[in-house]
């Protein structure tokens, strides 16, 4: 119920949420600033994380993300701004008095204590019982499925093996919010993907508030409630993945998620066209709201246009001609690279399954584009 | 591409030969039955019981190993602690200065150190003895240690002080817990290197001794000059045994410590 409130509450980037109370903010990031030198690898960045979600942080290497998470986990000191968590400001907490742990991306598991001990590590220094730390501990590593491994110290475990030790580690403290870097980058494919299923159906279960940073698309896209896109220091947009991808707030955001197409042009009088752009005038489905003759950026997907062999009838869809230059099959899916009239190339995706008799279109051929006025995103900046 | 050719074979033999036959000598000679050195008159150990008759030997070889014993634990502690202040506190101001005033003694002639401790000893009239030689051998001895330490914690995963802060164990404790125990064989390794050399020295022993705190090397050198005895092949050769002993364990341990450090970051 938590995770249906956080997921649609939240609309957009610098959204106001003074009419939900039902979900008070868990983490509450205000004004954060951390510079190194001159550089600011987090600059004036506020953030809001509800109990229980699945918040991913996403963007290319070097963007403040881990540096974001290291200041949660309390490693770095915060040049400005403020960490609250519960209402209560941790910015100077130390990391040991936090009720926040971190999965680290080499894992970091203590390579001369065996995986039980690394599991028990975090227990024992709250000084519980021994005998509640064998029993959290044994329950922790059969959900992880490393029952059989206690005894074994990191170096005999496969990797996957020493990943789900590293996430049982952090997890046995029962954390408020658990912080995961980068957790599936060091695993081969098969097994990241697998790995997230299990991820997400963990997170279920135990009901935690996990933030996870990542440089992947879509992995953030796929175990993620809300998706953070982090660019130099800054948060570009926060959102749920489908409208992050669907309805990106600006061309960074659109470029860096997924592939696009852009088609510059300006705002026509009517605020239902965009003009003069390298496939002409093009419709889109709501009033832009922007003053006319403003230039903007109109955005669709490759997946979005159609490809066809005979102009489209002149109707609402938009359509240009162009050349196909390049041709990629992906197996589920073709990508076609069409370069049209004002020589820049368009992107298309056709799907490759229910195709009958018809030949492929090929490298050379002349095709045309088209897509529906609801396929186009526009964007201002 | 490890190929043996009469020039390889030859040059390992002859490396050998050169670093090793005098000792072998020297070990052979301790068992022989001659009261005269140069000549060989059969197998016997009657030195090695002659020995241990022998009190002024022995007492000397004694005083060595405690003087070896505390200031190779001395040595280990602040040299540790140097390498600690080096590798870990990053560029704080004059560690340039720091890091080559720890190096500076380990190309530094023995005879200057000796010299430089005697008249510091002098300059505040401290009576000489198993003290004085105890820190000039500390002295001698850190540098080493603190370079051996320095390899270890240069190549240590900070993640894991990173992690166990982050699982609520305070600095100290992550300290004990996780980077003394990872540690630990560099830091023997360092104490067993440091015995060895404490127990090998003559010349510093020999400016900083005083009355009552003859040191093995000092006595051996002086029985030296009145005639090479058979007794002294003997101390010689159990003195070889224990620093071959040591410094073996000590780069067993390195290895040791290097090789489960690399498996742990190999994929299976």
Redesign the interface.
Known sequence: MQKFTSKHAETSCGDERSGDTAARPLLRIEGLSKRFGSVAAVDRLSLDIYPGEFFALLGPSGCGKTTLLRLI???ERPTAGRILLDGVDIASV????RP???M?Q?Y?????LSVEANVA??LK??GLPRREIAGRVADILAMVKLGDYAARK??????GQRQRVALA??LV?RPRVLLLDEPLAALDKKLRDATRFELMELQRQIKLTFIIVTHDQSEAMMVADRIGVMDQGRLMQVAAPAEIYQRPNSRWVADFVGDINFFQGRVGDDHMTVEGTAAGRLRVAAPIEAEARTPVWVAVRPERMLLSRQEPASGLDNSLGGTIVETGYLGELSIYRIRVADGSAVKAAVVNAGRGGEPVPAQGDHVWLSFPPEAATVLTR | MRRVTWFNLCAIVLGIAFLYLPIVILVIYSFNASRLVAVWGGWSTQWYAQLAGDTAIVGAALMSLRVAFVSASLATLLGTLAALALVRFGRFRGRLLFASMIYAPLVMPEVITGLSMLLLFVAISVDRGFWTVVIAHTTMAMCFVAVVVQARLADF?M??E?????????PL??FL??TL??ILPAIVAAWMLAFALSLDDLVIASFTTGPGATTLPIRIYSEIRLGVKPEINAVCTIFIAVVGIAVLVASLLTKLTGA??T??RI??
Not at chain 1, 94 to 97: D, F, I, N, S
Not at chain 2, 162 to 170: C, S
Request: no cysteine.
């Open positions: 986990a309390g490693f130390p990391p040991y008095r926040v742990n971190m680290f080499s970091a598991l203590f390579p001369h590590f975090g220094q709250e990191p170096h005999q475990l496969s990797g580690r952090s403290k | 995963d993640s894991l990173e992690a166990a802060m982050d699982l609520g164990a305070p404790r992550t817990t996780v125990p990872l489960r450090g498996s742990a994929e299976p």
